[in-house]
């Protein structure tokens, strides 16, 4: 009969918030096309360590499992990415999966980006609409302004971008590529566009893109291949517009 193949899986444990971290090693069965998902799964399982200890199922975050929706974001092998997509075929082992160190660990791999959609409130990133009578159709888009607001529409707030940004530290305020890309998004809507000014002011102050140190990590990150490094640009350019408008005017 032959060896069955097996699957060598190290993970960094954290009980909570403030509780050290250690490292736990799983032995799982190989399948056809597991993802580190399925791993994950077969750990909550069977909660057994490589030694043969027992142990508590891992904390992750998991929704869509299409790469869609971004809650499974990890460290998978060094590198931020999508465990959904991330196939055991495909990696190094033993394979180990360690929380996004740029924010803080609710538990295990799971981790708390509140940070993220408070910024994003922060830049006012969505289209104002009064909803309490019928507005009729709304306002067309060119095709030029579609075919760039489409691949910025794809983000998925995972936070990869900002796992692997250097100037997202704690000593920085640095808001990050996603929210600042999104910041383009809506100010080509051409509703969106009534609150450009805003928007353009909530990233010129601190932690805004001038603090952008175009290191280019986040475009090279990015699972859904967003131009960040053009919405960086295109937003600095909307900053430097607006302050020297706001000059000459005042």
């Given at each position: 009969?032959?060896?069955?193949?097996?699957?060598?899986?190290?993970?960094?444990r954290?009980?909570?918030?403030?509780?050290?971290?250690?490292?736990?090693?799983?032995?799982?069965?190989?399948?056809?096309?597991?993802?580190?998902?399925?791993c994950?799964?077969?750990?909550a399982?069977?909660?057994?360590?490589?030694?043969?200890?027992?142990?508590?199922?891992?904390?992750?975050?998991?929704?869509?499992?299409?790469?869609?929706?971004?809650?499974?974001?990890?460290?998978?092998?060094g590198?931020?990415r999508?465990?959904?997509s991330?196939?055991?075929?495909q990696?190094?082992?033993?394979?180990?999966?360690?929380?996004?160190?740029?924010?803080?660990?609710?538990?295990?791999?799971?981790?708390?980006r509140?940070?993220?959609?408070?910024?994003?409130?922060?830049?006012?990133?969505?289209?104002?609409?009064?909803?309490?009578?019928?507005?009729?159709?709304?306002?067309?888009?060119?095709?030029?302004?579609?075919?760039?607001?489409?691949?910025?529409?794809?983000?998925?707030?995972?936070?990869?971008?900002?796992?692997?940004c250097?100037?997202?530290?704690e000593?920085?305020?640095?808001?990050?590529a996603a929210?600042?890309?999104?910041?383009?998004?809506f100010?080509?809507?051409p509703?969106?566009a009534?609150h450009?000014?805003?928007?353009?002011?909530?990233?010129?102050?601190p932690?805004?893109?001038?603090?952008?140190?175009n290191?280019?990590?986040?475009?090279?990150i990015?699972?859904?291949?967003?131009?960040?490094?053009?919405?960086?640009?295109?937003?600095?350019?909307?900053?430097?517009?607006?302050?020297?408008?706001?000059w000459?005017?005042?």
């Open positions: 009969m032959a060896e069955k193949k097996m699957v060598i899986v190290r993970v960094k954290q009980a909570g918030p403030k509780e050290r971290p250690r490292w736990e090693e799983f032995e799982l069965e190989w399948r056809p096309y597991m993802n580190v998902i399925i994950l799964r077969d750990i399982e069977r909660p057994i360590t490589r030694d043969s200890k027992a142990t508590t199922p891992v904390s992750y975050e998991v929704n869509c499992l299409e790469e869609v929706c971004g809650s499974c974001a990890m460290v998978i092998n590198k931020a999508m465990a959904c991330a196939l055991v075929d990696l190094e082992q033993p394979i180990r999966l360690e929380p996004m160190a740029k924010f803080p660990v609710v538990r295990d791999l799971a981790v708390d509140s940070v993220m959609f408070e910024n994003l409130k922060r830049v006012k990133a969505w289209v104002p609409i009064d909803g309490t009578y019928a507005l009729g159709k709304g306002p067309r888009m060119s095709q030029e302004k579609q075919s760039k607001a489409y691949p910025l529409s794809r983000c998925i707030s995972c936070g990869a971008c900002l796992e692997v250097p100037q997202v530290n000593n920085s305020q640095f808001i990050g929210i600042i890309s999104q910041v383009r998004l100010n080509l809507h509703t969106g009534m450009a000014r805003e928007r353009i002011e909530a990233v010129m102050g932690g805004g893109v001038a603090d952008c140190a290191a280019q990590n986040c475009v090279r990015c699972p859904k291949s967003i131009p960040l490094t053009e919405s960086l640009a295109d937003v600095n350019r909307q900053a430097i517009k607006q302050a020297l408008t706001g000459l005017i005042g």
